[in-house]
């Protein structure tokens, strides 16, 4: 069963994906992958393994569980939904574009605002000053931001829901 929702964004969309596109130079492409690494695997994973083995030093059981299955299994629902919706990428073909899989919803920007906003609730309830919450807050905020913001720049996402989507119906989602 197919059905296509008309989104009014659509050229917009697919504007800012060519402009984005069309703009990348390696200089440019250096500095996006330098925000993008702080959403990768890899990244995610050298930090969530630093935080495992310091609160199994430290004991702190609730905060060890609350991050396994906050970021982890954040990533694996992410997963799962990439496989139920079917987003292909903007750009499969150029000199910079080597990835493969779907694109929504990103990987990358789910990692970050898992991991760093996790990161947020364990650090704030410790801050005494409003300068520091606040500090800590738009810096995770910002982190965040600029990992989303690479990954469009650099063709990995759309900005904007596509123009159509349709559902499956093995799974009952829209794509």
Known sequence: MTVAFANPFWSADHGIATWFHERLTPAFVTILHAFTEFG???????VLCALVLFF?????????VTL?????GGMLLNEWLKLAVHRQRPFVEGPFVDWSGYSFASGHTI????????LLLFVLPALKTRHWRLLCIVSAM????????????????????????????SVGFSS
Do not use: D, M, N
Not at 40 to 46: D, P, Q, Y
Not at 68 to 72: D, E, G, Q, S, Y
């Open 68 to 72: 396994i299955v906050a970021v982890p």
């Open 111 to 118: 990692a970050a605002t898992l991991l760093y906003g996790q």
């Open 56 to 64: 199994v030093w430290k004991r702190w059981w609730p905060s060890l």
């Open 142 to 169: 910002s982190l965040v931001a600029l990992v989303g913001f690479s990954r469009i720049a650099l063709g990995a996402h759309w900005l904007i829901r596509r123009r159509s989507a349709q559902i499956c119906p």
């Open 40 to 46: 990768s695997g890899e990244w995610i994973g050298i």
